[in-house]
């Protein structure tokens, strides 16, 4: 069947059951814009490309599918820069199409023209240049098998607009026509090595498991469960990772790293072994790598060989899927002797393993000691905190909780309670600010039936907010809680505790904008909160508006700050817990 | 231009595709590693093409690019050679200045090197010599005090030496004397 290169590229999206493009037509991508009215394939129209290339992230983030977003060359296409690099940061597959003038007029400084390829190189898993029609349909299928497998990740297809419109002989490749002789992901460990961890987990006395955000993608919550549960090892769920272990259950210690509360820092601190799960040691969870952990043997499972040995060397190294790596660990355990029940069958090596009561004790007496507190004074300054935690009571369970970076993205992992996954959605690796407004429209469209709430601050917000538009055009009803504390808070805490208080360019103004007129002009409800008492009835309301979006200004304490803190290049045993403790005090 | 005393070679087999090259190179300029050799042409089989490659670098950074450049879609296989466990070898072309007086000298050293004169010129000869890097270094010492015009080398290529099986050694008279390089 013969079609245009432009009908080809529509048709493979829709072989690859894309149900949703986040997009912005431009010149060069015009012929692919016609064939779309066709289509079954929804197109939200975004009004700057950084929000499709969000929106995408948020949508594969709640799916676990992958995200696909279209933009046009030149400035269209570097708008999309920042979105990859926070995928590819994050691990997050999303599918970018960006036009690209003819090939004709590649390289000659043509209108829009902009060398895509060169300049997302290192932010995309992979990318591609087509240059002949008739290759659409198989890089199509490439670039999808490519970012939804391994360790998943951005990638991005540069489209010719003379490839667009030249005319093509329609096929559908099957899995093996695809061209990539050099693509391995990993998938199963090395059954010898997951042997050598099962006997370490067996003998040790403080074990922690460390998982990270590989558990979610590998869908590999469930055996994460049944590993914590049949070996009793408690669990701490990085930034990435939070969901992936229920926070209710006993065993859950909560985020590690820079912001993590005491006794999940603690106990890597402390342990003869970290298990560490789809997690990456990543600076903000390391602190200083010489003195992280410094007596704790390791396991490190990844997906990326590249990963392994990279900040921390590994005891046992095994490059495979977490989800088929954690059931090849439980089957060794309980060849071991380590029954489903917990129970050591006798004589066996599991039957020899240490007592790990003692450090369960110890791990619940620093739970009572170092628990997270704040202070929400009766008519006193409402407290970022007491809205975080309002807001988790007052949703259901399994709402879905959208961040951008900074303080309100901290308070928001560490007071939410994350029972389920895949509901927590933040930059993490890039930290980019304003992904938390078009992030939760893309989660909202990926799963329409759960409530979804963005947590953003006000500078976060100033960011990306035009996408509102966007929202209420499309009759997306999320949420967006902002906590409005005038400041860029983290950069002012940092000047606050490192730089003597001297306050450089860190002062926004709570009232400039006016969050809730620029709420209402972009078709959104909005609703101001200035005190503790109206936080409840202001949710409620939002919580009944499902025809628009709506934004909530939370006036918050400009004052407070997160904690606990590792300061930046410190060992984590330098943990500052509060206020109270001398650095910081105001 | 000696390579530095702990080089290490990389040979990667990669995709024939635009753009390959780039990538590769990538992953050693964004953490400012400067590659100090570089050759790559096609393979026996066209769709792929090696790419030998000398850096400086410590071991570990080193493994870690290995390990990132494996990831590269495009690039198929990937090894890092110790120097002596490789097999090296390089090309070089000079012009160097060989007036009548000269010439014969020029010549003579040409010859013991077992190079090969490629061009003349009234004054001034080009010469092509192939063999281990260090005899090119060596070379290149000699042939300088006649005075350069111009030099090209080509960067080292490099394959695995092979491995000797012990049975088909001993049925040699002497085992030792086919050292390469």
């Given amino acids: ?586 | 231009m000696k390579a530095p005393g702990r080089h290490h070679i990389v040979s990667a087999l990669v995709e024939n595709k635009a753009g390959v090259l780039a990538r590769v190179a990538g992953l050693f300029s964004r953490r400012g590693f400067n590659i100090f050799s570089l050759a790559v042409a096609p393979t026996d089989d066209e769709r792929f093409s090696r790419i030998t490659i000398v850096v400086d670098v410590e071991s570990a950074p080193l493994e870690q690019i290995v390990r990132q450049l494996d990831k590269l879609v495009n690039v198929v296989e990937i090894a890092e050679l110790a120097p002596e466990e490789a097999t090296e070898r390089e090309m070089l072309l000079v012009t160097v200045q060989a007036t009548p007086a000269e010439r014969g000298n020029v010549i003579q050293l040409v010859g013991v090197f077992e190079g090969t004169i490629v061009d003349v010129g009234l004054d001034s000869m080009t010469v092509m010599l192939a063999g281990p890097p260090s005899k090119i270094d060596d070379f290149e010492m000699l042939i300088r005090p006649f005075g350069i015009t111009e030099l090209q080398r080509t960067g080292r290529v490099a394959l695995p030496k092979l491995a000797r099986r012990a049975a088909r050694l001993r049925a040699l008279p002497s085992d030792e004397s086919d050292e390469a390089g």
């Fill in chain 1, 1 to 586: 069947m013969k079609m245009t290169g432009a009908q080809a590229l529509i048709k493979s999206l829709e072989m690859q059951q894309v149900e949703v493009i986040f997009g912005l037509p431009g010149g060069a991508i015009l012929p692919v814009y016609d064939p779309i009215l066709d289509s079954p394939i929804r197109h939200i129209l975004v009004r700057h490309e950084q929000g499709a290339g969000h929106m995408a992230e948020g949508y594969a983030h709640v799916t676990g599918r992958p995200g696909v977003a279209m933009v046009t060359s030149g400035p269209g296409a570097t708008n999309i820069v920042t979105p990859l690099a926070d995928a590819a940061m994050d691990s997050i597959p999303i599918v970018v199409i960006s036009g690209q003038v003819a090939t004709t007029a590649i390289g000659t400084d043509a209108f829009q023209e902009c060398p895509i390829t060169g300049v997302t190189m290192d932010i995309t898993k992979h990318n591609w240049l087509i240059t002949d029609a008739q290759d659409i349909p198989r890089v199509i299928a490439e670039a999808f098998e490519v970012a939804t497998t391994g360790r998943p990740g951005p990638v991005l297809v540069d489209l010719p607009k003379d490839i667009s419109n030249a005319q093509m002989d329609w096929y559908w490749p099957a899995r093996s026509d695809l061209d990539l002789p050099g693509y391995r992901p990993a998938s199963d460990g090395d059954p010898r090595s997951v042997l050598e961890a099962a006997k370490l987990i067996l003998s040790a006395e403080r074990p922690v498991i460390y998982a990270g955000g590989g558990i979610l993608k590998a869908h590999a919550s469930a055996e994460l469960k049944e590993l914590a549960e049949r070996t009793g090892i408690p669990v701490v769920t990085t930034l990435m990772a939070r969901g992936s272990f229920p926070d209710s259950h006993p065993l859950a210690l909560g985020m590690p790293g820079m912001h993590g509360n005491y006794t999940a820092v603690t106990a890597m601190q402390r342990a003869d072994l970290l298990i560490a799960l789809g997690s990456r040691f990543d600076d903000r969870v390391t602190g200083k790598v010489g003195a992280f952990a410094p007596d704790a043997k390791v396991i490190h499972v990844d997906v990326d060989p590249a990963e392994l040995g990279k900040v921390r060397r590994a005891e046992v190294q095994i490059a495979g899927d977490a989800r088929k790596v954690t059931t090849e660990l439980l089957r060794s355990l309980g060849a071991l002797g380590l029954a489903q029940s917990g129970e050591a069958v006798p004589g066996s090596t599991a039957s020899e393993r240490p007592d790990i009561a003692p450090w369960i004790a110890q791990i619940r007496k620093w739970q009572e000691q170092f628990p997270l507190t704040y202070n929400q004074e009766e008519g006193g300054a409402l407290k970022p905190q007491y809205v975080v935690e309002t807001l988790r009571d007052m949703t259901p369970d399994d709402t879905i909780v959208v961040a951008g970076v900074g303080q309100h993205q901290m308070w928001a992992s560490q007071y939410w309670r994350f029972d389920y996954p895949n509901t927590w959605v933040n930059s993490g690796g890039a930290g980019t600010m304003g992904f938390a407004v078009p992030a939760a429209i893309g989660a909202k469209v990926g799963k329409p039936d759960k409530m979804v709430w963005a947590i953003d601050g006000d500078g976060c917000f100033q960011m990306t907010a035009q996408e509102l538009v966007t929202a209420s055009a499309e009759r997306i009803p999320m949420k967006v809680a902002i906590l409005n504390n005038a400041y860029l808070g983290m950069v002012r805490q940092w000047q606050e505790l490192f730089y003597e208080e001297r306050y450089s360019e860190v002062y926004l103004s709570p009232d400039l904008p006016d969050y809730v007129k620029w709420a209402e002009a972009m078709g959104a409800v909005g609703i101001r909160v200035e005190n503790a008492e109206e936080v409840a009835p202001a949710i409620e309301k939002a919580n009944g508006v499902d025809d628009r979006p709506v934004v909530i200004d939370f006036r918050t304490d400009a004052f407070e700050k997160v904690y606990p803190m590792v300061p930046s290049g410190a060992s984590n045993d330098d943990i500052i817990v509060g206020p109270s403790e001398g650095e910081g005090g105001r």
